[in-house]
């Protein structure tokens, strides 16, 4: 298949798809906040092992972000170079800090999601489905080269958060390697995990607790070192591995083995932030896949405007 892109636009001229790309990114942001159980981290029961910040907080950041994805998506579209997406990424960052007076909620979101939905535009302008297989395709053609300089030039350098210090340290894998590397751990571990129980039969809930534990099992979490050391990984990784060996979702008691677990995170102050950041993804490549399966069944590869506009008013309901 010809994988030039097609010029359906000027380059900067908004091309339709962005802002469904863009909601759908916002919605995943939305689901991760309002999962419930999610040990360590804030849902709007309560604020985790955080104290500095609840759900309100993450909602006021959703909204400061609401145009960043969008402009995402276009920026792949129009093919712009790393250095713009990265530029793009700052800006929508700064916006964020302002809107929750410096708290950091979706720092790893405006790096991870931002550079899917710049994937996902670059696909659109080629014509091509938005697969998992071809937003890792486009993402490493695109700006691979980019990513993996990037993430080499982190390692050597002095580290700038505090996750670049773990990860320096510890010889862990940062957020920038698993870009570099189109996002292992969102592709091969916590999106299948994810889509497998949904296939199961689970609710929409259980399904993401699922996705969660199965992530937190596997991922080099920064945020978990960062606050308990690699004792704390061990611990998480341990109680994910554990409550998966019971059964996961398909516990009947498996609700108050999350709970469970999440006061136990909490009595350490431990926060799997990261895996948060991936669980949120694979959110929005699952709600991708689903819009590709019904284009392949001859209906609109999107949602209608009314569609989305009815959404965002149930969301905002809740």
Same mark, same amino acid.
């Given at each position: 298949m010809d994988r030039t892109p097609v010029n359906h636009a000027a380059p900067g001229t908004p091309y339709a798809g962005a802002q469904p790309l863009g909601r759908a990114a916002v919605r995943a942001l939305y689901a991760e906040i309002a999962l419930e159980p999610k040990p360590g981290l804030v849902s709007f029961r309560d604020c985790g092992s955080?104290?500095?910040?609840?759900?309100?907080?993450?909602? $006021?950041?959703?909204?400061? *972000? $609401?145009?960043?994805?969008?402009?995402?998506?276009? %920026?792949?579209? &129009?093919? *712009?170079?790393?250095?713009? +997406? /990265?530029?793009?990424?700052?800006?929508? /960052?700064?916006?964020?800090?302002?809107?929750?007076?410096?708290?950091?909620?979706? $720092?790893?979101?405006?790096?991870?999601?931002?550079?899917l939905c710049a994937s996902a535009g670059q696909l659109q302008a080629q014509d091509l489905p938005l697969t998992p297989l071809h937003l890792r395709a486009v993402?490493?053609?695109?700006?691979? /080269?980019?990513?993996? %300089?990037?993430?080499?030039?982190?390692?050597?350098?002095?580290?700038?958060?505090?996750? #670049? $210090?773990?990860? #320096?340290?510890?010889?862990?894998?940062? %957020?920038? &390697? /698993? %870009?570099? #590397?189109?996002?292992?751990? +969102?592709? &091969?571990?916590? *999106?299948?995990?994810?889509?497998?129980?949904l296939a199961g039969g689970a609710t929409d809930r259980a399904a993401r607790v699922q996705a969660l534990f199965a992530t937190m099992a596997e991922l080099d979490d920064t945020n978990v070192v960062h606050r308990g050391g690699i004792e704390g990984l061990r611990f998480v990784r341990s109680a994910a591995r554990e409550f998966l060996a019971a059964g996961g979702v398909l516990q009947n008691d498996w609700l108050l083995h999350a709970r469970v677990v999440h006061t136990a995170f909490v009595q350490r102050r431990l926060s799997p932030g990261g895996a948060a950041d991936v669980l949120a993804s694979a959110c929005w490549v699952d709600e991708l896949t689903r819009w590709t399966r019904t284009a392949s069944s001859g209906v609109s590869s999107t949602p209608s405007e009314a569609c989305l506009l009815a959404r965002e008013s149930l969301v905002l309901a809740t």
């Amino acid at each position: 298949m010809d994988r030039t892109p097609v010029n359906h636009a000027a380059p900067g001229t908004p091309y339709a798809g962005a802002q469904p790309l863009g909601r759908a990114a916002v919605r995943a942001l939305y689901a991760e906040i309002a999962l419930e159980p999610k040990p360590g981290l804030v849902s709007f029961r309560d604020c985790g092992s955080h104290l500095d910040m609840n759900g309100t907080t993450f909602l $006021r950041s959703l909204f400061a *972000l $609401r145009g960043y994805f969008p402009r995402m998506a276009q %920026a792949g579209y &129009d093919r *712009l170079s790393f250095g713009v +997406l /990265e530029s793009l990424g700052k800006n929508a /960052e700064a916006r964020m800090l302002v809107a929750t007076r410096g708290i950091n909620t979706h $720092r790893g979101a405006v790096f991870g999601l931002g550079l899917l939905c710049a994937s996902a535009g670059q696909l659109q302008a080629q014509d091509l489905p938005l697969t998992p297989l071809h937003l890792r395709a486009v993402l490493l053609s695109t700006w691979g /080269e980019a990513l993996a %300089a990037r993430a080499k030039a982190t390692r050597l350098a002095t580290p700038r958060s505090n996750g #670049q $210090r773990v990860a #320096q340290r510890f010889g862990m894998r940062s %957020a920038g &390697d /698993e %870009a570099a #590397q189109a996002f292992p751990t +969102l592709f &091969d571990i916590t *999106l299948p995990a994810l889509q497998a129980a949904l296939a199961g039969g689970a609710t929409d809930r259980a399904a993401r607790v699922q996705a969660l534990f199965a992530t937190m099992a596997e991922l080099d979490d920064t945020n978990v070192v960062h606050r308990g050391g690699i004792e704390g990984l061990r611990f998480v990784r341990s109680a994910a591995r554990e409550f998966l060996a019971a059964g996961g979702v398909l516990q009947n008691d498996w609700l108050l083995h999350a709970r469970v677990v999440h006061t136990a995170f909490v009595q350490r102050r431990l926060s799997p932030g990261g895996a948060a950041d991936v669980l949120a993804s694979a959110c929005w490549v699952d709600e991708l896949t689903r819009w590709t399966r019904t284009a392949s069944s001859g209906v609109s590869s999107t949602p209608s405007e009314a569609c989305l506009l009815a959404r965002e008013s149930l969301v905002l309901a809740t």
